[in-house]
């Protein structure tokens, strides 16, 4: 069975770092696109960054340069390196497999970030 287990997730202050890492298991990760998503209060969830199968990355806009995409395909991670966060940047991150992500019950619970004074 496919887990996704979304983690790190906490308050920091604007300007500041976070790492958040989603724990996969069912799934051969190296060989599967994943993506990091947000859903900031009130709004729809976004997808912010992509890993692809051969390691190339692709974030959007609000976060290149900020944001950095990994994965670990030994011990089945992924993981989102977060710097200089903003107040926008509030929101519930999760992690999913790029072609399950139009499945309702493809998503985990998400990992809670918070970027406030």
């Known amino acids: 069975q496919v887990q996704l287990v979304e983690s790190g997730g906490g308050l920091v202050q604007p300007g500041g770092s976070l790492r958040v890492s989603c724990a996969t298991s069912?799934?051969?990760?190296?060989?599967?696109?994943m993506g990091w998503y947000r859903q900031a209060p009130g709004k729809e969830r976004e997808l912010i960054a992509t890993?692809?199968?051969?390691?190339?990355?692709n974030y959007t806009n609000s976060v290149f340069g900020r944001f950095t995409i990994s994965r670990d395909t030994i011990k089945n991670t992924v993981d989102l390196q977060m710097t200089g966060l903003k107040p926008e940047d509030t929101g519930t991150y999760y992690c999913?497999?790029?072609?399950?992500?139009?499945?309702?019950?493809?998503w985990g619970k998400g990992t809670q970030v918070t970027v406030a004074s």
């Open positions: 999913n497999r790029r072609v399950y992500e139009d499945f309702t019950d493809s």
């Open positions: 890993i692809y199968s051969g390691g190339a990355t």
């Open positions: 069912g799934f051969p990760l190296s060989r599967t696109a």
